[in-house]
Each structure stands twice: as structure tokens, then as C-alpha cells.
């Protein structure tokens, strides 16, 4: 009389198997099956490039547009990602972020048709041409209420690589407190989530700010709309863009900024002042009629009684001033007014 099986590795080989398949293209499920034992690594021996980055893709993680891998990186990816997820403690990174990203890419595949049986690739979709109406929901990720941006150098020449800006900004981080040392990119899980669930090959970004269309026909990555973003940080900001700024929050979240008009208007002379003084909160799709666009949305954020406290923030500089008085009393009236024009 044989015995009963004392653990998961006395189980036969078909049995395993099966437990594989239901682990389907769950990337934590398959590093634990992989990582168990000798028998079950083995099961991957022949897993391919193809599938690696199928099951990558499956958990909402993509390659940034200028990144070319060569084939056998894929697994290698999906094991740092993996490793990451376990060790991160980063509560909108992590595990969190993977299972966040696994769910949201199981409803847009159910969603999106054309998303499904394409391999690898997958189907991603420019949202401003391709989408008709009564397709399903794009879903902008969670992860972008949670990415802030130092404050780059003044001047050229000290300035720091783009992507070194972008930060997964610490849970209750107020105004006042000092940027981790840390970047999004110790946070390959964060950095490789797609920006849209299903994942896009272009985001088109509204007004107030002028941001390039951004672009990755594999799929638009945390990575890549951070890039994008750093690069327009110096951007300036003239009164007439901070007015629809402050519009866009809405009436209510304008009268939520602590500071009178004048302070927000001297401080406010560049896109990298606006993200410093308001909460950056992700994007919004929005689709009015054949235009459709993502909007960057914005909170207030608590903001310490002086400017001077804000770290990077300008100081006041009326040499730089380009507006007229008669601007600064009309955002006057309109903050007072709660920006509605
Ligand atoms: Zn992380």
C-alpha cells in the first residue's frame, strides 16, 4: 500500500503540471513555482523569450520606448521584478503594485477583444484615433498619485539626467519634507508598469501644460511618461496657463490652497514650481466627442505658511516677472472667486 503524498514535492510530475497551468501567467505563482526546487525549475526549460515577456505583459509591466533587450534578458526581468516585489516595502510598489497591475490587465483584456490571443506584443491602441466610442474603459494607472519629481538644477550644467528626477514619493510626504535619495528607478516594478490598462502606444496630454505626445509602441511604461514629463519641467508658466491650472482643480480644491494669490503667482514661474506647489494625483481620460485626451490632475497638498520652506521652490524673482499687474489682480479675483471663469 503506497503512502499518501506528505508535501507538494511528493507529488507526481502530471500533478505538478497541472498546478502550473492554474499558476497561468501569474508572474509571483510562476517565480515560486520555478524558485522550489530542481524538479520544478525544470518545468520552465522550455519556457521562451515569448512567454517570459507574455507574462510580463500579463502583470502590466513593459519595456520603456528606448530599451531593446535582447531575447534572454525577458527572463531575467521578470526575476528582478519578482525579487523586487518581495523585498520592496513601498506600499504602492511591490506586491501591491503587481496584484494591482494582474487584475486591472485581466478586466482590459476581457474588455478590449482585440487585446487578446496576439502573443507577446499584444494590441496596444493610440486612444485619439483608434477608439470608438463604445470600447471599453482606458484606465490610467494609480501609480502616478504616487510619483513626485525633485527639483532639477537651475542651470544646464548641473542639471541631472531626466529620469533621475521622477521619486515614489513616501506615504504622507507633506510639502516640507525632503525627497528620498532614492529614484523610480531602484523601483523596476514601479517603473516598468504600463501608464494605461490596456497598455498604449500614445497619450496625448491637454492643456494647461504643453507635454509631448508620448510614444512606446510596445506600450506606454511608468518610465516613459516620467521621461517625458522631467523633460517639460522647465516649462514656463505664464499667468494666463496658471489661471486654467487652477481652474482645472475645480472650485473647491482652488480655495484648498493655503496661499494668497500673489505668493502662488511668484512662486509658480515654471511646470516644476506648479507639481511643488499642488499634489500631482495621476491622469484622467477624458473624451468630449472626437477629441479625447488625458489630463494631468492635480490636489492641493498642504503647503507650509512660507514658500521659502518649500525645498527647490523659486524664490520670488521680480527681475523674471513678465506679467502685469493687472494679471496678478485678475488670479487675485480669481482664487478669491474659487477660479471660476
Ligand atoms: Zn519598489
Given at each position: 500500500?503506497?503512502?499518501?503524498?506528505?508535501?507538494?514535492?511528493?507529488?507526481?510530475?502530471?500533478?505538478?503540471?497541472?498546478?502550473?497551468?492554474?499558476?497561468?501567467?501569474?508572474?509571483?505563482?510562476?517565480?515560486?513555482?520555478?524558485?522550489?526546487?530542481?524538479?520544478?525549475?525544470?518545468?520552465?526549460?522550455?519556457?521562451?523569450?515569448?512567454?517570459?515577456?507574455?507574462v510580463?505583459?500579463?502583470?502590466?509591466?513593459?519595456?520603456?520606448?528606448?530599451?531593446?533587450?535582447?531575447?534572454?534578458?525577458?527572463?531575467?526581468?521578470?526575476?528582478?521584478?519578482?525579487?523586487?516585489?518581495?523585498?520592496?516595502?513601498?506600499p504602492?510598489?511591490?506586491?501591491?503594485?503587481?496584484?494591482?497591475?494582474?487584475?486591472?490587465?485581466?478586466?482590459?483584456?476581457?474588455?478590449?477583444?482585440?487585446?487578446?490571443?496576439?502573443?507577446?506584443?499584444?494590441?496596444?491602441?493610440?486612444?485619439?484615433?483608434?477608439?470608438?466610442?463604445?470600447?471599453?474603459?482606458?484606465?490610467?494607472?494609480?501609480?502616478?498619485?504616487?510619483?513626485?519629481?525633485?527639483?532639477?538644477?537651475?542651470?544646464?550644467?548641473?542639471?541631472?539626467?531626466?529620469?533621475?528626477?521622477?521619486?515614489?514619493?513616501?506615504?504622507?510626504?507633506?510639502?516640507?519634507?525632503?525627497?528620498?535619495?532614492?529614484?523610480?528607478d531602484?523601483?523596476?516594478?514601479?517603473?516598468?508598469?504600463?501608464?494605461?490598462?490596456?497598455?498604449?502606444?500614445?497619450?496625448?496630454?491637454d492643456?494647461?501644460?504643453?507635454?509631448?505626445?508620448?510614444?512606446?509602441?510596445?506600450?506606454?511604461?511608468?518610465r516613459?511618461?516620467?521621461?517625458?514629463?522631467?523633460?517639460?519641467?522647465?516649462q514656463?508658466?505664464?499667468?494666463?496657463?496658471?489661471?486654467?491650472?487652477?481652474?482645472?482643480?475645480?472650485?473647491?480644491?482652488?480655495?484648498?490652497?493655503?496661499?494668497?494669490?500673489?505668493?502662488?503667482?511668484?512662486?509658480?514661474?515654471?511646470?516644476?514650481?506648479?507639481?511643488?506647489?499642488?499634489?500631482?494625483?495621476?491622469?484622467?481620460?477624458?473624451?468630449?466627442?472626437?477629441?479625447?485626451?488625458?489630463m494631468?490632475?492635480?490636489?492641493?497638498?498642504?503647503?507650509?505658511?512660507?514658500?521659502?520652506?518649500?525645498?527647490?521652490?523659486?524664490?520670488?524673482?521680480?527681475a523674471?516677472?513678465?506679467?502685469?499687474?493687472?494679471?496678478?489682480?485678475?488670479?487675485?479675483?480669481?482664487?478669491?472667486?474659487?477660479?471660476?471663469?
Amino acid at each position: 500500500m503506497s503512502s499518501s503524498p506528505k508535501s507538494l514535492l511528493d507529488l507526481p510530475n502530471e500533478l505538478l503540471w497541472m498546478i502550473k497551468d492554474a499558476v497561468g501567467e501569474h508572474l509571483l505563482g510562476n517565480a515560486c513555482f520555478y524558485l522550489l526546487c530542481t524538479r520544478t525549475s525544470a518545468f520552465y526549460h522550455t519556457t521562451s523569450a515569448a512567454d517570459w515577456q507574455r507574462v510580463l505583459r500579463a502583470n502590466g509591466l513593459g519595456l520603456a520606448t528606448y530599451e531593446y533587450v535582447d531575447e534572454s534578458e525577458y527572463e531575467h526581468i521578470a526575476f528582478a521584478c519578482a525579487h523586487h516585489a518581495w523585498a520592496c516595502t513601498h506600499p504602492h510598489c511591490g506586491r501591491a503594485r503587481l496584484e494591482e497591475n494582474y487584475r486591472l490587465m485581466g478586466e482590459a483584456t476581457a474588455a478590449w477583444p482585440t487585446l487578446r490571443g496576439d502573443g507577446a506584443a499584444g494590441t496596444v491602441r493610440s486612444p485619439h484615433f483608434d477608439v470608438a466610442p463604445d470600447e471599453g474603459a482606458l484606465v490610467p494607472s494609480t501609480l502616478f498619485a504616487h510619483i513626485a519629481f525633485r527639483a532639477p538644477a537651475r542651470t544646464r550644467a548641473a542639471r541631472a539626467h531626466t529620469q533621475q528626477l521622477a521619486y515614489l514619493r513616501p506615504a504622507g510626504q507633506d510639502a516640507r519634507q525632503r525627497v528620498p535619495g532614492e529614484t523610480l528607478d531602484a523601483h523596476p516594478v514601479a517603473l516598468r508598469t504600463f501608464a494605461s490598462f490596456p497598455p498604449l502606444e500614445a497619450m496625448n496630454v491637454d492643456a494647461p501644460f504643453e507635454v509631448p505626445r508620448m510614444l512606446n509602441r510596445t506600450g506606454l511604461t511608468a518610465r516613459d511618461v516620467c521621461r517625458y514629463l522631467s523633460s517639460c519641467l522647465d516649462q514656463k508658466v505664464y499667468p494666463d496657463t496658471l489661471k486654467d491650472a487652477l481652474r482645472e482643480l475645480g472650485d473647491d480644491a482652488a480655495k484648498g490652497i493655503s496661499w494668497d494669490a500673489n505668493t502662488v503667482q511668484e512662486c509658480v514661474k515654471q511646470m516644476r514650481d506648479w507639481f511643488q506647489v499642488v499634489r500631482w494625483t495621476g491622469f484622467e481620460y477624458q473624451r468630449r466627442e472626437r477629441n479625447r485626451w488625458f489630463m494631468l490632475k492635480f490636489e492641493p497638498r498642504a503647503l507650509p505658511a512660507s514658500a521659502k520652506d518649500v525645498e527647490g521652490l523659486c524664490s520670488p524673482d521680480p527681475a523674471a516677472d513678465e506679467e502685469t499687474e493687472s494679471d496678478a489682480a485678475h488670479l487675485r479675483v480669481s482664487l478669491r472667486q474659487g477660479v471660476s471663469f
